[in-house]
């Protein structure tokens, strides 16, 4: 006699979304998936958090299987074909990751996490800026003020040498966010490449204030471009 899949369900979501405890939350949807009733709701969405929970743990083979699985059952659910392509961007797939994302903004144009992971597959993966960027322009017709899309953005206007404009994104995240050490990274990088090494040995100082862990040759050439001695300015504590 088979019990009900649903509390395991239930307890697999638990395990993967609260407790990060993947290998029971893998064995709980694993049960689900082996009940015998293969038209039972549960199954698809066993399936999509299986699939979930291997991309997170970096099973990337075992979620695109269980992934294709999930799409065979429904063609229409464009959550499986987000987690399929983040699960082939992780195996270095990208242009068929490209081509998951798309589907599922096919199926679902207001899906802006899949706007967002195009967008830093074009950017991080595929040389793609322009296309990089009007993703990250997407996210932010939908989701207005989203810190992950405009910080992509600031990095794509970065390497097209757009430094103004990555200047100004940058300026206005670290007002909203001025813990955040990244940021003065990576305004760092922007005042760097306009050379107002000034203004990038401030930032870089800061960045590592913050925690960002910087290689002391960084510092060192920071410094020497900002004209500042590095025999008598010290070293600061690397902080890891």
């Given amino acids: 006699k088979w019990a009900p899949p649903n509390p395991y369900l239930n307890r697999g979501a638990l395990y993967a979304d609260h407790l990060n405890e993947y290998d029971k939350a893998i064995a709980d949807f694993l049960r689900v998936i082996s ?21 997170k743990s970096g099973d990337f083979n075992n979620a695109v299987k269980v992934l294709d699985e999930a799409i065979a059952m429904d063609l229409q659910q464009p959550v499986s074909h987000f987690l399929r392509g983040a699960a082939l961007a992780g ?7 490209e081509k998951a994302y798309s589907k599922a903004l096919s199926l679902d144009p207001g899906y802006a996490d899949a706007w967002l992971k195009r967008g830093i597959l074009y950017t991080d993966h595929m040389g793609a800026y322009d296309k990089g960027i009007a993703d990250f322009r997407k996210v932010l017709e ?99």
């Fill in 35 to 55: 009940f015998p009733d293969k038209n039972h709701p549960s199954q698809i969405d066993a399936s999509k958090n299986l699939g979930l929970v291997y991309n």
């Fill in 91 to 97: 195996l270095g797939k990208f242009s068929e990751a």
């Fill in 142 to 240: 939908l989701l207005p003020g989203d810190k992950n899309a405009s910080v992509n953005l600031g990095i794509c206007y970065f390497r097209k040498k757009m430094t103004d404009d990555a200047l100004q994104i940058f300026s206005r995240e670290i007002n909203a966010d001025p813990g955040d050490g990244m940021l003065y990274y990576l305004r760092f990088l922007a005042y760097a490449a306009k050379n107002d090494f000034e203004q990038a040995y401030n930032d870089i100082m800061k960045a590592r204030s913050l925690g960002v862990s910087i290689s002391d040759q960084e510092m060192n050439d920071a410094m020497k471009k900002a004209k500042i001695n590095v025999s008598t300015a010290g070293s600061a504590a690397k902080r890891e």
